[in-house]
């Protein structure tokens, strides 16, 4: 009797002490949330799909670069629709890809968007020219055929539009007879050389 009773005592004790510790360690609180969670869960799956509202159609892709329909006028007061396309003009074995405008020597030539001036480069076809990146260095802005640059235009230099980079010229392959602006609009590579990239006609961008 008294092994009995020895027993009796021990187990009482151990159950006791097992409900203390499933009470602290949470074990009793964690079942309990599992089984209020099961209901919600089915009646969320039990939801009538032809109630479902339809999925709203997905609103049409950003443009993918805002510059390209936002340039400005790389000379003032002239109506882009005036100005006829020579983007796929052939000249002297090469496609001209640039747009030709007409001006007066001297006429001041405005940035087109704002950007930093990445180079100011003489050549041969040229003359005196401008490269300007736009803020995201995902387009190049090509100015030629300057007659001088406007003072204090260094490399580097931040342009905002409609800022005067330089002046209308004929520097250069271009007649003497015939100054303007040969301007250009490259999208860069990821490499971002000032002197590469892919031609695209500025005309529509001028719209
Ligand atoms: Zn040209």
Not at 142 to 170: C, F, I, M, N, W
Request: hydrophobic share 40%; with cysteine; aromatic share 8%.
């Amino acid at each position: 009797m008294k092994t009995v009773a020895a027993f009796t005592l021990g187990f009482g004790a151990g159950m006791v002490c097992l409900a203390v510790v499933l009470w602290n360690t949470g074990s009793i609180v964690t079942h309990a949330q599992v089984v209020r969670t099961v209901p919600e869960t089915i009646q969320f799956k039990q939801l009538p799909l032809p109630s479902a509202p339809a999925p709203a159609p997905a609103p049409a892709p950003a443009p993918p670069a805002r510059d390209r329909a936002s340039l400005g006028m790389p000379i003032a007061g002239v109506n882009p629709s005036t100005l006829k396309s020579n983007f796929s003009e052939a000249r002297g074995g090469h496609t001209h890809e640039a747009l030709d405008i007409m001006a007066p020597r001297g006429t001041p030539v405005l940035a087109v968007a704002e950007g930093n001036v990445v180079k100011l480069f003489t050549s041969k076809q040229g003359g005196l020219t401008v490269y300007q990146f736009d803020n995201s260095a995902t387009w190049c802005y090509y100015y030629a055929h300057l007659d001088r640059y406007a003072p204090a235009l260094k490399e580097g230099t931040l342009l905002r539009k409609g800022d005067v980079l330089g002046y209308v010229g004929s520097t250069g392959d271009a007649s003497p007879h015939a100054p303007h602006l040969h301007f250009a609009v490259f999208q860069l590579g990821p490499e971002k050389h000032w002197w590469q990239g892919t031609a695209i006609d500025p005309l529509p961008l001028l719209r």
